[in-house]
């Protein structure tokens, strides 16, 4: 196979037309990958993800980028579960959702079997390992077992699972395969993952050191983050950039120890020409070693005891150099690119106008909406439909008859939403869209992060004890609307009534 294409002819003579990438240059190395993407993973997943670690436990900026993704996509109140069962009518089925919602709300308080974590607790666990380590696994843990208190009214709980009890160098040729520790059928589909009993950092040398327990695929719910198809497990967020990482921290501590030594450097005293230097000698002739002058810095102080000849020097080493800020916030942007956020948020830099603001902003939530919709679809989903199964299953949840069965998983799932910079004109353009339908109040409601139901709730209770304490009056004034203008002046621009109170 060559590097060039015949692309059409010229006479009796072919045309040749070359890929530049792909011609052999000296000058140029031509880095290749011919590996399967499982292939590549056996051979430097368990580097990269001990790197990758290091780098949570000993690298601000590794620790401000996993920190940035995971809050915004899971966020401080995790992503939301809002079910929406229908009637055979096609109506959703509201005293059936408040009865999912209420079972689920028992559920959430001590959904792992620790009982160390909450619901939200889990989410942000799982996605920071999803991140950092490249895949995180769950295990699926339902009905009455001897061993096990749920501690909740649905006997269900997931065991969280570290990607080091997936061994990546358990693989087995045949029918069925095993892969990087997961066994998989003739079209590649996972139908077990075999994982270490113990963990393999804890596990103390023997015969049965590296016991595996054999875990149907229906029962792992497998976090990875994977780039080719056939892709079966997942690589760090932080791999395309740890060689960078590693540049800025190197730099920027020689640049700290060349600012502190600097710091350190007051001044030095030329002599001036060599005659200036009276060696004494012994009898021998020997240099006479004379005593050292010491000379105390202090502030507004004069030197008048030089001697002839002599002056004073100050050192300059030109440190903190001017050069590493702008050097650095390069670096940054091009660290930013690789690890999935905004350069703002990896360098607490917000200098910038309302709109570029507001475009890195709309930009950065497209990539964390992506990385949220495949969160949800890996480990939010099948944990809320398998806590549904396990529900019905024991009894806890009765369907009622009018339900139609294909819409009883059905939910809407809330993800972190984009924050206003300017609330005002958010806020604006929302009330437009609503009052010429082409929103609704529930869809406003909940890209605000929040539950219509839950809203409304707090919303009606919020007026009924306004109306208890006598604080609604029936008087109206007319009172002006005011909205910044372009020049940031508040004008009058119209009025409307609105109840004040008493």
């Not at 240059?25 to 031509?30: G, H, L």
């Not at 997961?182 to 049965?208: C, F, L, Q, T």
């Not at 919709?373 to 009894?395: H, K």
């Not at 009883?408 to 005002?424: E, N, R, V």
Request: include cysteine.
């Amino acid at each position: 196979m060559t590097d060039q294409l015949v692309i059409r002819w010229r006479g009796d003579k072919p045309v040749k037309a070359y890929y530049e990438a792909g011609r052999r240059d000296p000058q140029r190395k031509q880095r290749k990958e011919t590996r399967t993407a499982d292939g590549a993973i056996i051979r430097a997943g368990t580097s990269i993800r001990e790197q990758a670690r290091h780098l949570d436990q000993n690298h601000d900026l590794a620790v401000g980028a996993l920190n940035v993704l995971v809050q915004n996509v899971v966020g401080p109140t995790g992503i939301g579960i809002d079910p929406v069962p229908r009637t055979v009518e096609g109506d959703i089925h509201d005293e059936f959702a408040e009865q999912i919602l209420r079972l689920h709300q028992d559920w959430i308080m001590r959904p792992e079997v620790t009982w160390q974590h909450d619901w939200v607790a889990v989410q942000r666990l799982a996605c920071r390992t999803w991140f950092r380590d490249g895949e995180a696994l769950a295990q699926h843990v339902a009905g009455n077992i001897a061993s096990l208190d749920h501690g909740t009214q649905v006997p269900y709980s997931i065991e969280l699972i570290e990607p080091d009890l997936l061994p990546l160098d358990h693989n087995k040729p045949g029918t069925p395969r095993i892969v990087a520790g997961i066994e998989v059928n003739g079209w590649n589909r996972p139908i077990a993952y075999h994982i270490y009993k113990e963990h393999p950092g804890d596990m103390i040398w023997g015969s049965s050191a590296f016991d595996t327990k054999r875990v149907t695929a229906d029962r792992i719910a497998h976090l990875k983050l994977v780039s080719r198809i056939g892709q079966l497990r997942g690589v760090s967020v932080l791999a395309p950039v740890m060689l960078r990482l590693d540049d800025i921290k190197d730099y920027e501590e020689s640049e700290r120890i060349a600012a502190k030594v600097a710091a350190s450097m007051a001044a030095y005293i030329k002599k001036g020409n060599p005659d200036h230097y009276d060696v004494a000698t012994d009898a021998d002739g020997n240099p006479i070693e004379g005593e050292a002058r010491n000379l105390r810095f202090r502030a507004g102080m004069v030197f008048d005891d030089l001697l002839p000849g002599e002056e004073i020097g100050t050192i300059d080493t030109k440190r903190p150099s001017s050069a590493l800020e702008p050097f650095r916030n390069g670096q940054l942007r091009a660290a930013a690119s690789g690890l999935r956020v905004t350069y703002s948020s990896l360098s607490n830099d917000y200098s910038g106008s309302y709109s570029s603001q507001r475009q890195e902003l709309v930009e950065g939530y497209g990539a964390y909406g992506i990385l949220a919709s495949e969160f949800m679809s890996m480990f939010v989903r099948p944990t809320y439909l398998r806590f549904l199964e396990t529900a019905i299953t024991a009894g806890q949840l009765v369907i009622p008859q009018n339900i139609d069965p294909l819409t009883i998983g059905d939910a809407l799932y809330l993800p972190p939403q984009m924050p206003w910079i300017d609330p005002i004109k958010e806020a604006k353009a929302w009330e437009i869209l609503d009052e010429n339908d082409y929103a609704s109040g529930q869809e406003i409601v909940r890209r605000r992060g929040q539950n219509p139901r839950d809203v409304l709730d707090q919303s009606k209770r919020w007026k009924e004890m306004r109306e208890k304490r006598g604080l609604i009056s029936d008087e109206q004034e007319q009172l002006p609307i005011f909205e910044d203008d372009k020049d940031g002046q508040e004008k009058a621009l119209q009025t409307e009534s609105i109840l004040v109170p008493n």
